[in-house]
């Protein structure tokens, strides 16, 4: 690379590089995190065990606090999601320490027993994966952070880089060279989405902030996390344990008196200090209508039930914080908003894989000039995670469905299925002669898709599920879409001699 | 926010980006195989423009000014990428959507005034 010059040419050098180098895991970002817009629907559809039936959020919360009292009397939490439309089984979490293990188990709100239920982490692995890339938590999500960072460079440099962006708007050129309708389609899905990109992406980092500048926080509290959620209005304050045992009323009773007090049911109530004299019991709501990402809480004594305190108004700077996780996590937008995200998520997924793309094509050696080594790395590495991520998805919610319900460690198969699959796709995709790579790469998790429906309707087959069936299934059009439109180019681009004996290319 | 709220919004988004593609000479001349008049450009950048408020309008009527702008953007956006595909793909239909994506945004508007 020569030496840059004018402003807008070392621009456009720092947006190449970049983008190149985080490419890869921003595209698996862009892909999880869109996919965890559904995150609730996909957990459904991988727990078919699970009705609807809407359950008594007291008797529930009481039989939960029995569960939990018979399972861990001495935990330094509970914390207990009650059942809601949204996920009808009641979901406790228990743990000794706040560094963890926190253990967790789905019970039957009737029974207030496990659920008989199949194994699964559901929406949650792919809602988990966008920001720690199954990693241990701070690693991943320091990688994320680092990715994310990067592309705030990317797309600022990209921005100043793009000359026409008012000329090229509307722009793509599919009837030119190769080179130039990929750049036209990296143009129009970043431009067109840019509102999107900019916004999620410095939302994103400021989800993560508490993490990425903890300074403030650690001079003025000393490292009290606690006491500075609850001065930023955004915990109530906690008490320290009395060190011996008290009584406790029955959790349902609490949850009745936060009903009581709101006229609402609590989405999730959860217990410090259990069997603790100073036990106390905190009840969250489910967040007003607003774009803010702030859930109500009211807390009580746990012998008493009396209130100990509520979280009230919050602060300028809370509230700005909590409406960027908001616009994040569009837990505001209802269905056909939310689908408009999940269209800018896939957009932004779309600008990251066009853009991996045009940077091999535009090097692409003219004839058939032998490829350098970096650029064959890239390609592999593009095919693999372009083409095999999608293959890893597919196989996660076919092995959902297609693994045996009582196996030992369910959910971890299941998500041994997403990598094998993809890690195998990807070296497949390497090995395929190389002007059909990209048309066979996509055209097998398209299948895998496609074979999505067919596979519930065999093995679960209930009507509740044919909106995410048909979801899938277009999914796998779209993929099979995409491999023809590539198989058109490499038909287009070998003559049918060379792609019979296709020895010089592969 | 209700769903004709939205389509409203996205329709009118529709038919001022489709106007404002217009106006450039490129994809003038991609629709309507001619060179774009200065006059022409005029009438259908304000009719773009238009378009774009009025879709504006609509999201923060309907959905507050919190909500609002959020959904506007997000109807920008779904409207420019149909605009797009129409220019590279039917361009010879993009006048026809546009024009009749007015009536149909003048039908929605009874709808999302119900609510």
Known sequence: MSRPR????????????????????????????????????????????????????????????????????????????????????????????????????????????RAAVRDTQGGDFLYRFHYELNLPPMWGRWIVSACAMILLIALISGIVTHRRIFVDFFTFRRDRSAQRGWLDAHNVMGVLALPFHLMIVYTGLVTLSAMLMPWAVKAAYHGDLLR?????????????????????????????????????????????????AAASVTAYFEEPPGLAHLHPQIAYDAATGAELGRVGEAGAATRTGAVMVGLHEAHFAAAPLRFLFFLCGLMGAATVATGLVL???????????????????????????????????????????????????????????????????????????RPLAWPMALAVPGLAFLAIPGVDALTVGEVRFVGFDLAMAAVGLLLLGAARLAGRRALARYPVRTRLHGTAEA | MTVPALILSLLL???????????????????????????????????????????????????????????????LTGAALAVVALIAYRPTSLR????????????????????
Do not use: C
């Not at chain 1, 999880?32 to 959020?57: I, K, N």
């Not at chain 1, 936060?258 to 259990?274: D, F, I, R």
């Not at chain 1, 650029?375 to 372009?386: D, F, Q, S």
């Not at chain 2, 593609?21 to 309507?32: G, I, N, Q, Y």
């Open chain 2, 96 to 115: 026809a959507a546009a024009l009749a994506a007015l009536p149909l945004a003048a039908l929605t508007l009874p709808l999302a005034l119900m609510r």
């Open chain 1, 359 to 433: 940077w091999s094509v535009a090097r692409a050696p003219k004839n058939a000039a032998p490829e350098g080594l970096g650029l064959h790395l890239v390609r592999i590495l593009n095919l693999g995670t372009i083409a095999g991520l999608p293959a890893g998805l597919a196989a996660y919610f076919l092995a959902n469905r297609l693994l045996p319900v009582p196996l030992d460690a369910r959910a971890e198969w299941e998500i041994g299925a997403f990598f094998a699959v993809w890690v195998l796709a990807a070296l497949a995709s390497a090995l395929y002669p």
């Open chain 1, 228 to 276: 500075y959620y609850a001065d930023a209005g955004i915990m109530v304050a906690g008490r320290p344990p009395a060190g011996h045992p008290g009584p406790a009323m029955p959790l349902g009773e609490i949850v009745a008196r936060a009903m009581a007090a709101t006229g609402e049911t609590p989405e999730l109530v959860m217990v410090s200090n259990p069997g603790d």
């Open chain 1, 6 to 113: 004018s402003f807008r040419q070392s621009m456009a050098w720092l947006h190449t590089w970049s983008g190149l180098v985080v490419g890869w895991v921003l595209f698996a970002i862009f892909v999880t995190g869109t996919a965890s817009y559904y995150r609730t629907e996909v957990s459904h559809w991988m727990r078919p065990e699970l009705t609807d039936a809407q359950a008594d959020p007291v008797a529930a919360a009481t039989r939960a606090g029995a569960f939990l009292q018979r399972t861990m009397p001495d935990a330094a939490g509970w914390s207990v999601m009650l059942p809601s439309a949204g996920s009808p089984a009641v979901t406790v979490y228990w743990w000794r320490s706040f560094a963890g293990p926190f253990h967790h188990a789905l019970l039957d709100p009737v029974t207030g027993e």
């Open chain 2, 13 to 75: 988004a529709f038919s001022g980006f489709s106007a404002l593609a217009l106006s450039l000479d490129r994809h003038h001349r991609a629709v309507f195989r001619s060179p774009v008049s200065q006059a022409r450009i005029g009438s259908l950048r304000a009719a773009g423009w238009s378009g774009l408020g009025l879709s504006f309008a609509a999201a923060v009527t309907f959905a507050g000014w919190s909500f609002g702008p959020v959904q506007w953007i997000g109807a």
